[in-house]
């Protein structure tokens, strides 16, 4: 089965948008480094937390994805932007719709 | 912007394969109902969690496919196999990639 995970961050007040746009800039390159789903979404329980969910044909393709100079490019820009709340599940992809 | 929710359910024990087979097998008529993203994925962590990310064309769209004769019966051979233990967080999509 193909590699899933769920993230969620949380960012300065005021910084949810410019993190939004530095996350989808950089979903550009990931298709050729096996990733098949890119999901970003604002969350409507406040203003500052942000949804990322990811299916990558293995974990090693996603775990590689990170070390991208495009991908270091924007973590490292958006970071300051970040209380540094983080959560992260990891899943095995079943199937489903859309994909 | 789309409508998205990210949830989770944890299974009896033994019973997450079914459920999951359950919710795969009710997303065949979900595209018809304003459903772009379905996404089953086996938590990591332990053998009974199970996460569900969805995108719709409109909240609306997503609250009346609940009541689809589908939905309400996988809803409802579903719920003997769980344990009751639900998250659901809601969010406006920004976009990605695979969508």
Not at 45 to 60: F, N, P
């Amino acid at each position: 089965m193909t590699y899933g995970c769920i993230a969620s961050m949380k960012t300065r007040p005021g910084f949810r948008e410019e993190v939004v746009s530095l996350l989808l800039s950089a979903a550009d390159g990931l298709r050729d480094a096996g990733c098949e789903l890119y999901l970003v979404g604002l969350s409507e329980d406040d203003e500052t937390t942000i949804w990322v969910t990811e299916v990558w044909r293995t974990r090693e393709d996603h775990d590689a994805s990170l070390e991208l100079p495009a991908a270091k490019d924007a973590i490292g820009r958006a970071m300051p932007m970040l209380t540094g709340e983080f959560t992260k599940q990891e899943m095995s992809v079943a199937g489903g719709l859309g994909l």
